[in-house]
């Protein structure tokens, strides 16, 4: 019953160092789309999950994003290699696919490269 | 490609204010249109939408009309509150395809008492 979940909540890195952001959907969500907001940007699409599989990955910034969800739950953006630019709120959402349904959004990630 | 540009913020308005914040569009076809507001500590969160040319969004006192001749999308309130203080998403989306939404940067609203 609860909404969209991600963890962790904050993340510090190091410059080189690679994160994993995880994203839990609601339940019974086939569709999942990873956000990017930078400071004072609007969202930034990544990629969208239909279930397991990734039809558009078009917003992926280079080679060191990469995501991958298992079934229709829960899903991993992994970002290698990590960059000061990196740095911004990545924000999950869920929908029930299928048209343009309602996203819901979790809190985010606000991840911090040093 | 698509795109969505608002009003730039931020925006401060008394209580009881009338609100407008802009928004234009610029896509091919008929895509859907979207408000999100994300007030203070929380998560982004649908505020209205609309789905063909003429039609009417409404929520909370929150009104938009989806204009084709104008590719517009502007936010309206007729008495804003204190509680309405946060930031506004205004966004548009596809049906087929990704349907990822394409937001404008925001537009982070204050009412004062």
């Keep these: 019953g609860a909404g969209v979940s991600q963890s962790p909540s904050n993340k510090v890195t190091e410059k080189g160092k690679d994160v994993e952001l995880r994203c839990d959907p609601i339940s019974g969500h086939t569709a999942l789309y990873w956000y990017r907001q930078r400071l004072g940007q609007g969202l930034e699409f990544l990629i969208y999950f239909q279930g397991n599989s990734a039809p558009d990955k078009s917003g992926l910034p280079s080679d060191r994003f990469s995501a991958e969800r298992t079934g229709e739950s829960v899903s991993t953006l992994t970002i290698q290699r990590t960059q000061q630019e990196d740095s911004a709120v990545y924000l999950c959402a869920s929908s029930l696919g299928g048209s343009v349904n309602e996203q819901f959004f979790g809190p985010g990630t606000r991840l911090t490269v040093l | ?113």
């Design chain 2, 1 to 113: 490609g698509d795109s969505v540009t608002q009003m730039e913020g931020p925006v401060t308005l008394s209580e009881e204010a009338f609100l407008t914040i802009n928004c234009t569009y610029t896509a091919t076809g008929y895509p859907s249109l979207f408000w999100y507001v994300q007030y203070p500590g929380e998560g982004l969160q649908l505020l209205l939408k609309a789905t063909k040319a003429d039609d009417k969004g409404s929520n909370k006192g929150f009104e938009a009309t989806y204009r084709k001749e104008t590719t517009s999308f502007h936010l309206e309130k007729g008495s804003v509150q204190v509680s309405d203080s946060a930031v506004y998403f205004c966004a548009l989306g596809r049906q087929g395809g990704s349907e990822k939404l394409v937001f404008g940067k925001g537009t982070k609203l204050t009412v004062n008492p």
